[in-house]
């Protein structure tokens, strides 16, 4: 399930084994809530919710209707230990049926999840025999209710208005809606932030002029600050100051408003409300119509919701080709950051120690326990050289950039062929930014490349590229003139100013280069010219032989036949398929083992693989049961 903006999604994203069918989704931000990762699975689904001084647990459940319930139960009952509350919630597809919770029938499921209930002393809120499940399969209106709530005694007496809203949803599955009493109105969570104004629309001119007139006002100038007697004369002179910029603030800069999402995705419009209400509303038709009549306003309904459908999928393809559509190939990562920013919470400033002078996080003691031999082989000094390869519309192309004093003093680009490789590209740019290290003859450098696979390459004592050669051999003529360049791998895309340079120059080399200055053909090039024109010659081969009719049908192209069939384990039956050698009458009298070729149902035709797939109605496949 997607996350929409002020909405919170809790189900399984960690080490899935098989689609999710449990979710629970929190609404605004009136809720604290508290999870477990180890209590969230693929069919249960618990969080703890904090109301005030109440903490209740609620857990989403979707228990298989073709898998034993006990161990389901048994992973219920775990997790409602494990929550630590007494104050329990648990609503959910059961596939169980029982009269108990309005089924007109028991079956074995249903008394077992009944007996499970009155063993944890939960109560059952379900009430009257609206369905909670209704869908249109084949020629028949099918309805049940599978959908079961309850909770445990001591939230009994807080549940009210409990009802199936049939209009609510287009699911199969109706929505179940119910109330509970708290002792206070929600309140609204404090933020986690401590920012109060709003500083995108601040007017910096009216805060300076209001700021100046508040010091003059409170006379802090420097000789005051300077003629302070001591440390009580200072905070008081810090307390003033600080006073004076809240109200310079308060007269200039906008507070903050608490945050408004909408929980509608972008591409919802008025046309997918209308469809949705229409197919919802023909949907309740169902169950009013006469017997006569049922199975139009079924087809009536059918229509409808896949009119719905296809609108709101046309909608949201549309949406994202238009968002595609935005991006050009200099800022492809431009929306992902934008998204990131306006969706990802902020995270303050926190202070190394406290007031007691202890420490809060750990990572500057980490940074301390470091060896000064580890800082100092780390510490990157003198000029640095970001490098980067890039391939972009079929074109290749590689570029480095000097930079000293943190600001870019030169730059190279380099094209190369189109059958060159990324990965080659990486290398060239390497070999390059060493060369120029050693034609500056500076004492120092440092190189910093995004491309790992480059750097371990070189790494290897036995590599054999002879770029990685070349490279090597500089490095060792700058290391015998008593010199040092230092290779570093950084991270792409993360906000580097030299590192989001050198991809810059390298696309824009990619596009605009006509000469080659690497033109070195790739192994993988070769070798994938050489499995395409195998290729090539098998699928001639294949298709001009006389021989393999049948297969011919079911395979036409030899490199998807080998992707399938690499993969799929054959059994004599797919093989007289696939082949058309088999017991087949037609395949037999052929070879003089059979009379006739003719099928026992019609002696007219011939008994042949397309006969017995798809017109003999002893196979007859629209007869086959599911």
């Not at 809790?10 to 809720?31: D, E, H, T, Y």
Request: positive net charge.
């Amino acid at each position: 399930m997607k996350q929409s903006p002020g909405t919170q999604v809790i189900q399984c994203s960690l080490n899935r084994q098989k689609p999710v069918k449990a979710a629970i989704v929190i609404f605004g931000s009136s809720l604290e809530v508290i999870h477990d990762p180890q209590l969230v699975t693929e069919n249960i689904v618990a969080v703890l919710l904090k109301v005030g001084q109440l903490s209740i647990g609620v857990l989403s459940v979707y228990f298989e209707g073709d898998q034993e319930l006990h161990p389901y139960l048994s992973a219920l009952q775990h997790t409602t230990h494990k929550l630590h509350t007494n104050n329990i919630l648990v609503g959910g597809d059961v596939n169980a049926w029982s009269q108990w919770w309005g089924s007109v029938s028991e079956n074995h499921r249903g008394a077992e999840y009944c007996s499970f209930l009155h063993e944890q002393d939960f109560q059952i809120l379900n009430s009257g025999q609206t369905p909670t499940f209704e869908i249109y399969r084949g020629d028949r209106w099918c309805t049940s209710i599978v959908d079961v709530t309850a909770c445990s005694l001591s939230l009994l007496g807080k549940m009210e208005e409990w009802r199936v809203e049939r209009g609510l949803t287009s699911s199969d599955h109706n929505a179940i809606t119910f109330s509970m009493r708290l002792e206070k109105a929600l309140e609204p969570l404090r933020p986690v932030s401590t920012r109060i104004y709003n500083t995108r629309k601040a007017k910096w001119s009216d805060f300076g002029s209001h700021l100046k007139a508040n010091l003059t006002e409170k006379q802090i100038t420097k000789v005051r600050i300077s003629n302070a007697l001591g440390p009580e004369d200072l905070e008081n002179i810090l307390e003033e100051y600080t006073n004076a910029i809240h109200r310079s603030c308060d007269e200039a800069i906008p507070k903050l408003g608490s945050p408004k999402y909408s929980a509608k995705p972008p591409w919802w419009n008025s046309t997918l409300d209308l469809l949705k209400k229409d197919a919802v509303r023909k949907k309740r038709r169902i169950r009013n119509a006469a017997a006569h009549r049922r199975e139009y306003t079924i087809e009536i309904y059918v229509t409808a919701k896949n009119k719905y459908t296809l609108a709101a999928t046309e909608a949201a393809t549309a949406s994202w080709r238009e968002f595609c559509t935005r991006q050009d190939r200099e800022s492809m990562w431009d929306g992902i950051y934008r998204v990131l920013r306006k969706t990802a919470r902020r995270q303050e400033n926190t202070l190394l120690r406290n007031t007691a002078a202890q420490l809060i996080t750990t990572e500057y003691a980490r940074l301390e326990d470091w060896t000064p031999e580890t800082l100092e082989t780390h510490r990157v000094t003198g000029p640095q050289i970001y490098t980067d390869g890039s391939k972009i519309e079929g074109k290749v192309g590689a570029a480095l950039t000097w930079w000293e004093g943190g600001k870019e003093s030169m730059s190279s680009t380099f094209g190369l062929e189109p059958h060159n490789t990324v990965f080659q590209s990486e290398m060239y740019a390497l070999f390059r930014a060493v060369r120029l290290a050693k034609e500056s003859r500076a004492a120092s450098i440092s190189i910093l490349s995004d491309s790992r696979s480059s750097l371990d390459l070189l790494k290897r004592p036995s590599a054999t590229h002879h770029l990685a050669l070349q490279i090597k051999s500089c490095l060792s003529e700058i290391r015998e003139e008593g010199r040092k360049v230092r290779l570093f791998w950084l991270k792409a895309h993360v906000g580097t100013a030299g590192n989001e340079r050198a991809d810059e120059l390298a696309k824009q080399a990619a596009l605009t280069k006509e000469t080659a200055d690497y033109d070195k053909v790739p192994v993988s090039y070769v070798r994938r010219k050489i499995r395409e024109g195998t290729v090539k010659k098998w699928q001639a081969r294949y298709e001009s032989s006389s021989t393999g009719a049948v297969t011919k049908v079911f395979f036409p192209d030899v490199l998807a036949a080998k992707r399938i069939l690499r993969d799929t384990v054959l059994t004599p039956a797919h093989t007289q398929i696939l082949t058309g050698h088999g017991g087949f009458a037609a395949y037999l009298h052929r070879f003089h083992l059979k009379n006739s070729p003719s099928c026992v149902c019609d002696q007219s035709c011939e008994e042949t693989v397309w006969h017995l797939l798809f017109e003999c109605p002893r196979v007859s496949l629209s007869e086959a049961k599911p």
